[in-house]
């Protein structure tokens, strides 16, 4: 089966401009996260998504958002970049349990670059 | 809040030598997760544990959950040039999963 696919792979983007980030889950998957994973940070964790409701969210500003639509696709939004916003965005997907889940599939991820 | 910390942050070791990482949480976790991620790749998972005390094995890689469930390990016998990567294991939060700093090993041929 098709795995998680992030779109697109590279993005290149000035300062102060605003991007969005699509993910596609593996089907049947109703769960989809985000993690932002830079050098010093590793894997900081975003949002999640379950059922087109956000669940839980990271601690980052509020210039990060997201969205599931009803096909359980997800978007992730920045707006006025900063430099600090350059970094390796991953999308997991996953089927979920009363405690957690059965493992993150995780999709290739956007690198994102603000210049 | 919740943290996930890891041992060693880099390990090098000898194609053949046995390697060791630590994962440590600051709460009781009701599940572990360990994952691998290549260099230029995506974390990939590995395996999870959900009892305390648990031990799973993955041909040479042993993976095990401590009695209070606050800490993990991840053993590799006998590392091969294969097992190069950074290894990650995750707690579960509140409908998140907190990563470890994660552990990068290279193995010299």
């Known amino acids: 089966k098709a795995g998680v696919t992030q779109t697109p792979r590279y993005l290149i983007k000035t300062r102060g401009q605003q991007v969005t980030l699509s993910c596609s889950p593996i089907s049947g998957h109703r769960s989809v996260s985000w993690y932002q994973q830079t050098p010093g940070q590793g894997l900081q964790f975003l949002f999640e998504?379950?059922?087109?409701?956000?669940?839980n969210k990271g601690n980052f500003p509020g210039r990060f958002s997201g969205r599931q639509f009803s096909n359980s696709r997800s978007e992730m939004n920045v707006s006025t970049l900063e430099l600090g916003d350059s970094a390796l965005y991953l999308c997991?997907?996953?089927?979920?349990?009363?405690?957690?889940?059965?493992?993150?599939?995780f999709g290739s991820g956007t690198r994102l670059t603000v210049v | 809040g919740q943290q996930v910390m890891q041992i060693p942050q880099y390990q090098h070791v000898q194609e053949g030598e046995d390697f060791t990482t630590y994962c440590n949480s600051s709460?009781?976790?009701?599940?572990i997760q360990w994952y691998k991620q290549r260099p230029g790749g995506h974390p990939v998972f590995l395996i999870q544990?959900?009892?305390?005390?648990e031990v799973k094995k993955q041909k040479r890689l042993t993976f095990q959950f401590g009695e209070a469930k606050k800490n993990s390990s991840l053993h590799i016998t006998a590392t091969q040039t294969t097992d190069v990567g950074t290894y990650f294991c995750?707690?579960?939060?509140?409908?998140?999963?907190?990563f470890g700093t994660g552990t990068r090993l290279k193995v010299l041929a």
């Open positions: 709460t009781t976790l009701s599940n």
């Open positions: 995750a707690g579960v939060g509140t409908y998140k999963y907190i």
């Open positions: 544990l959900v009892k305390s005390g």
């Open positions: 997991a997907s996953s089927r979920t349990t009363r405690d957690g889940n059965y493992g993150y599939t």
């Open positions: 998504y379950f059922s087109e409701t956000q669940r």
